[in-house]
């Protein structure tokens, strides 16, 4: 799978969240300084170009929607940067995450507790 840039990453997290929009929409839930719409709509076509988005035509315009999920792209991403970074071990991203994030006791426990509940669920 493609990764995205930062931009197009951000009009897809809006993407995620509204399920689908037009141009206009997008720009309006940005977060501080609004991009151009040419701008958004030249990404939102690469977007499309890479099979992240879809459309479909109204009247004049277009709306778009994901295709991925985005729990989908985050396990993805998150597994690029496993094996990329720490050689494919969890264990050793979770002890760098530990180490430059100073997580204490009580959140390793949270986290630990979470993965038991993740297991017992799957």
Do not use: C
Not at 45 to 55: A, D, M, P, Q, T
Not at 101 to 112: F, K, P, S
């Amino acid at each position: 799978m493609k990764q995205l840039t930062k931009a197009e990453e951000e009009i897809m997290q809006i993407l995620w969240q509204l399920e689908k929009a037009n141009v206009k929409t997008i720009i309006e839930n940005f977060k501080g300084t609004k991009p151009a719409y040419n701008t958004v709509s030249t990404i939102v076509r690469i977007l499309e170009s890479k099979g992240f988005v879809g459309y479909e035509k109204v009247g004049k315009g277009h709306i778009y929607h994901p295709l991925l999920a985005q729990t989908e792209y985050s396990n993805q991403s998150i597994s690029k940067l496993v094996n990329g970074y720490f050689q494919g071990s969890f264990k050793s991203m979770v002890s760098f995450f530990m180490q430059k994030n100073d997580i204490n006791t009580a959140e390793l426990e949270e986290i630990r507790k979470e993965i038991e509940k993740n297991s017992q669920e799957s």
